[in-house]
């Protein structure tokens, strides 16, 4: 034992512990408290009953009454443990309660009502998870709906970025024409136009084009994305144009150049990217909850704020779905987390 | 082809006939237009797409924005809109004095300001402490630094939907923070119907999703930083907070300058996660900008676009104040790499 706990304390270099080793590790292990606590408790909340939501202090397990039911009686009937008058303790399902009086029959002795204060009595619970937070919306909800308009926005959105914007960085990478240095500096100067300073004009834009509670308005303003440009032009631009010429001596035709070439070559950044506008269109919140007006128009986003924002807040399924919500982003997390981190580190962009 | 790669690329050939198809289509017209403008003027037609969605959907709306702030009436379209002059300006300028919002005529422009101010003041500086010290300490030698560096990176993929949705439940009745603090024997609050606690609630969960980038581009800073310079500096004698004032933060300075630009215009924009969190509440204690402009422009029963539109162009002019400087700072940062 205490060599297992040499190990784990031993330093590199062999010094003793340095006050500054150990600011380094209770900010660590802080931090791992901090960021992902909150999305675990909220993963864990998400399978309780709505009456052990409503509980304080709440348990960290999600737990709920047993029930039982009794002869005589058309519901299941909630089980408590009650200390009875001569000390002894029994288990009792509770008919109805009277004030501070509980009247409570034996299971298997369902004639005999027995008056118990409710003081004394404690109700027997077991462990259960409510998969039916999860299920429930499915169908009572438009939860497919607006799941299934969500991943239609992504989905659309990122490859439509993808066509448009590695036409853009080809033309900007691989052509001299006159206005290049121009194009270049208007797609860069766009990154100082945010959306929350256009929105107003913007949205009548989208009205104008009959765009407004379409999902095509809230895909088509965002795929001419500068950071897209940008990432797949640096790249394009490593690939030598000797390529680009001998291409051009065998008579492919420049559509053939960016299509059987230049896309191929462009794959790595193409994915980054692809990432990138995945996160980015999934998360989209301020824009879709402008032009998408309609119920059944609604991203998973939009929906989720909207039903939170109500004033009885059914928690029991806002936080199933929210997790629902987590789960691509928490996927690129997981297997894509070294590409994002690295691209973020090489590029400074987001 | 490979033998062992068959199977695999044998069916994404399969899924990827039908786009081979259609840019095989595409192909044929193409020529002939390339016949027609010349290899240079096909760099035009790779252009387009992009510059047209760009024209409609960011210069063009950049432009009649100006237009729409100085009109009035609750029309959406321009041409149905009465030209007011500077009249929306007039108006969000019109104050008794501009340290107290009540006094003004748009009492809730100012109360946003002045709530956005504290924000960006408060959350950047701390932003930047809380992110400076995890880059310093992650840049440590330390056991599984990668896994360390995704542990503080997860909450910035999250959308801000899901990270209001998180904190509002931690930060209700029978939230976690209740539970935490009625096990040490404390009595719970309701913390998110008190308007200092959400004000400070708004900066705190804002930085908890945020920091994870800013902390990986100053990690990627601190990391440039020639190890041998410290090397020296121990040989010298050097105590490491000297090291720390002398080395560290001169070398950091040019990527600290960049993260304290780009904390600053995200600051300046905060909107999704308190809008989710608080909905700017209690009364209008969370209220910010781009809340302002959007409750006015769209939610408010009487929406007012060219007040809104009057409203953004102020945010925008400090935003380009902001992003020139950081672009002014990339420069320098350029040549200083030179040197």
Redesign the interface.
Known sequence: MSRIVRFLTRR?GGKGWHW?DI??WT??VG??L??????V??VG?SFKSPAA??????TILPYVTQKVTVEGYDKPLDLYEATLEDGSTVVLAEVRRIGVMSQMVDPAKPGEIIKVNIAKRTPVREMSFATENYTEPFTHFDFVRYLWNSVFVTVTATLITL???S??A???SK???RG?TV?ML??LA?????L??????????????GLFNSLWGVI??T??TPTG?FILRQYMLTIPDELVDAA?MDKA????I??RIILPLTAPALAVLAIFSV?WR??D??WPL?VLSRKELYTL?VG??IY??ELNVQ?HF??AM?VV??IP??L??IFL??F??TG???T?L? | MRMDESGRSGLSQIAMMPIHFL?GV??AP??WL?RATG??G???F??L???M??G???????F??FA?SMTGGTA???PDRSFVGADQYARLFDCGSYIDPGSCAEDTFWTAVRNTGWFVVLQVTLMILVSL??AL?LN???MAR?F???????????????V???????LQ??G?L??GL??LGFD?HVWLNDRNWSFAATIGVSI?AHM??YT??L??GLQAIPKDLYEAAEMDGTR?ARAFWRITLPLLMPNLL?VVVLVLIRAV?I??EV??LT?GGPGTSTLY??QY??ET??AAQLRN?GL??AA??L??AV??VL?LLQLGLGRSEKKGGRK
Not at chain 1, 34 to 39: E, H, T, V
Not at chain 2, 148 to 162: E, K, T, Y
Not at chain 2, 164 to 170: A, E, H, M, T, Y
């Open positions: 590199r500054t600011v380094t900010w660590l931090g791992l901090i960021m992902f606590g909150p999305a408790w909220l909340s939501l409503a509980e304080f202090p709440p066509v448009v914007n036409m853009a080809f033309a900007l052509y001299e024409f290049r194009a208007l797609i766009t990154l100082m136009v945010p929350s300073v256009i929105m107003v004009p913007l949205y009548s834009i989208v009205s104008a084009l088509l303003p795929v001419a440009v051009r035709s420049e559509w053939q960016y299509w996160v999934w998360n919140f301020l402008i986003q989720l704020s939170s924002g928690w806002i936080l929210t919500t987590m982003v928490v690129v997390f987390q070294r994002i981190t973020i580190a090489g400074g987001k | 840019m595409l192909d193409l020529r390339q290899i240079n096909m760099a035009a790779f252009l797409p992009n510059m969605i760009f409609v959907f960011v210069l063009l709306p950049f009649i924005n729409y959406l379209f321009l010290v995890t300490i440590r030698e330390l990668s360390w560096r995704a542990v503080f990176f997860f909450p910035v993929l999250l959308s801000p939907v899901v209001g949705l998180i904190w509002k439940w931690i009745r029978q976690l209740n539970f009625y096990s719970p908890w994870g980038f990986l581009i990690l990627a490491p960049v924009q909107f999704d809008y989710v909905g900008l781009t402009i959007y422009g769209f676009p809104a539109a953004s162009i945010m925008g935003l380009v992003t």
